[in-house]
């Protein structure tokens, strides 16, 4: 018989919900906290559902978050004073996607109370927390990655990546290609199609080849069907190449595809976009070309 | 029994050698011509070589052309009085990357002559040609395609990407792709490293997501390992890059990053680099910032 740890569980939203119930169905005891309170009621009969978070962490071993950004983050763990509500001992596992120099940060401040941090942020989206294969980016000292192993195996595939941080900044590089690649396939699709080619028959040529992508896979098939309802948003796209920029400002890098992919994302959304699906991004240069690729506009060329 | 066609085989280059070998492998009565004739003297037993490359084609129902790029095509077909020689209901397949318009140039020359014309580029390198599966891109009538498409599929996996330049299009569209996710990862790995990351590491966990690609796959691990030979050298990609953005030149596009990965290129070129692999984009990236990624290299960040 093996003792299981407490996992206190902040956040149950779109991704917090099938992760917690994933650990829940691992057999782990478990307290929730979530903001909106009604929208984790349901759980009560499998979980304790605490009344606030620092309720929440109290004789939890292990706390993870999973919240909507930095800000939040920071509010809940300090601005709310969970932090000094958690056990010396315990280790704080954040799932959120936040700055890397803001998750050193909270790993210093809880350093402090003796309290232990490992960075975790996640790709895969609401289907991968569901299947339970997240790509799950850790940043951390090594022993303290050991110790949360058993609970990460059972939301996805682990990468250690580095220190405290380091999971942060994997995320980032994560977003970079993605934003930077969806930017290359809109104009690679824009040029053969403004030519005469068929973008479809295009993707599916280059399928097989060095162009070949997840992005060109699922972003390009959106591109060509014109379905950009999200998905993942424009905004958060955004969002997401900001932060980029905001850490190649801090360790003094220019980093020219991303700079100009953040201001395409910004023209997009400036253009009252910012809902579309982040392969929107196509819409933004044909606004800024005054073209449309459509499959079925008239072409330049019809000589053959 | 099949008659099957006679083909001309014009380059028969580092491309063009495993290429022709697997169609006589499949049994096509073949002619063979190589500006340096002493290249192609060892297949003499199992094709007609010829000494022009108008003596090649005069019974050829089908001419290949494997050559070097537009200018080579230009001179070898019309510069010395190839398709003058070419009969007249032949078929001319050009398998060389040449700008779209050319492309549409020899066709409609050749239809003064009721010379048919497909423009069939390929990509998948050496590997692809003597494997006998490369992606090959094909524009041209939907006719003449079908009658070479026995031949094609002896070389690899054909699609239709529209009328005769077309292929072409696709070509310039997989080489704009290839170019600006090479400088997609080059900037989030060097990104991830420099805030203290293993972009080995980075590289794994990404590849499970919407991050991942061919050139995330490969050209990743030599920028990670620092394997900058060839493989596919930078001038090639920079000539590539030209073409790209002399098509979007032609069709009034503007193409914001591969205009930027052009630069890139030209920055690499410019340093003397022209020979490193296109993943040596990385050095370009790295010169610009006055840093090195090195999986060694001492980090900002070590507080864990």
Redesign the interface.
Known sequence: MTIRPHIAFLGIGLMGRPMAENLLKAGFPMTLWNRTAAKVADLAGRAHVAGTPGEAVARADIVITMLENGPVVDEVLFGLGTASAIRPGAVVIDMSSIP?ALA?EH??RLDGQDIR?VDAPV??GTHGARAANL?I?A???HEDIDEVMPVLECLG?V????????GQ??K???????G??I???S??????A?????PA??R???M?????????E?HGERMIQRQFQPGAPARIQLKDMRM?LD??RL????????S??YE?YLALIAEGKGEVDHSGLLLQ?EA??Q?HMGGKTPH?????
Chains 1, 2 share one sequence.
């Open positions: 890397p050193r790993a210093a941090y790709s895969g790509s980016m940043g951390g000292r595939r990468t250690r990546i580095g220190p405290v941080g380091a900044l994997a980032l590089a994560n977003q970079a290609i993605v930077i690649t930017g290359a396939v104009e690679a699709l824009l040029l053969a403004r030519g005469g080619a068929d028959a295009v599916e040529a280059l097989g080849g060095f162009a070949s992508s997840r992005i060109l699922l980029v850490e190649a360790e003094g890098l220019t980093l020219p595809l991303a100009r992919t395409a240069l800024l070309n073209v330049r060329h019809e000589e053959s």
